[in-house]
């Protein structure tokens, strides 16, 4: 971790199927996040191996479990770089050691932002910044996140940061379409259950210029 300049590593404060999050302290008084993958008890091999194979850009290597963690965490960092170039608001990358990747913390101080589905309240503006976010990834990174709901969604100063992008695949890759439409459609389920105005399927499609 030299390459950091990390002083301390505290206490988990995310953990889910494929890695734990922990934030970092760096010797200059900064927090950094510090995504670590499993590498021996991964449970959703099968869901891994389908993104990584419809995904060309990442080289596959199925030898392991520890290799096949190690091109998902490869998938991750490269998604996280394209959509941060593109302008997508999602944690700036720093860097990627094997299994170890390291990027923006979302949040003040240790603590870390709500993810959307804990807000006690939503706003149209915020649904708004949402559905740009991902006509952003599409159009400008050429990417469909895949798995787009109120859990992979922070928000900060009433921004929304869409994490998790491991799974994302390019808009040319197969079943990319439908993958498109069941992120909206999660996004969508979840406003209008909390009387927020919602943009139909179809119509952001066209926005798109794609079809179902």
């Known amino acids: 971790m030299r390459k950091l300049n990390i002083e301390s ?18 010797r200059d008084g900064k927090y ?11 449970s959703h091999k099968r869901a891994i191996r389908r993104y990584v194979s419809l995904d060309r850009r ?3 290597r199925f030898s392991s479990t520890k290799e096949m963690i ?14 941060f170039e593109a302008g997508v608001r999602v944690p700036k990358p720093f860097l990627l050691i094997k299994n170890v990747l390291a990027m923006e913390f979302v949040g003040d101080g240790i603590s870390k932002a709500p993810l959307l ?9 915020l649904y708004d910044e949402i559905i740009r976010q991902i006509e952003v990834m599409v159009t400008k990174a ?7 709901s109120e859990f992979n969604v922070m928000v900060k100063d009433e921004l929304p940061y869409i994490i998790d992008v491991g799974q994302a695949i390019p808009v040319w890759a197969e079943n990319s379409l439908s993958l ?25 499609l066209n926005r798109l210029q794609l079809s179902s």
């Not at 950094?32 to 021996?40: D, G, M």
């Not at 190690?70 to 959509?83: C, D, I, T």
């Not at 589905?117 to 503006?125: G, M």
């Not at 498109?180 to 952001?204: A, C, Q, S, T």
């Open 32 to 42: 950094i996040a510090l995504k670590i993958y499993y590498t021996s008890t991964a």
């Open 180 to 204: 498109l439409e069941r992120d909206i459609n999660n996004i969508n389920r979840f406003f209008e259950e909390r009387g927020i105005d919602v943009v139909p399927v179809k119509e952001l």
């Open 142 to 148: 050429q990417l469909i996140h895949g798995d787009l």
């Open 70 to 83: 190690y091109a998902w965490a490869r998938k991750e960092f490269g998604n996280l770089q394209k959509m």
């Open 58 to 60: 990442v080289e596959v």
């Open 9 to 26: 590593i505290l206490g988990a404060i995310a953990s889910g199927k494929e890695a734990k999050v922990y934030p970092a302290k760096t």
């Open 117 to 125: 589905v804990d807000l006690e309240e939503v706003t149209q503006e």
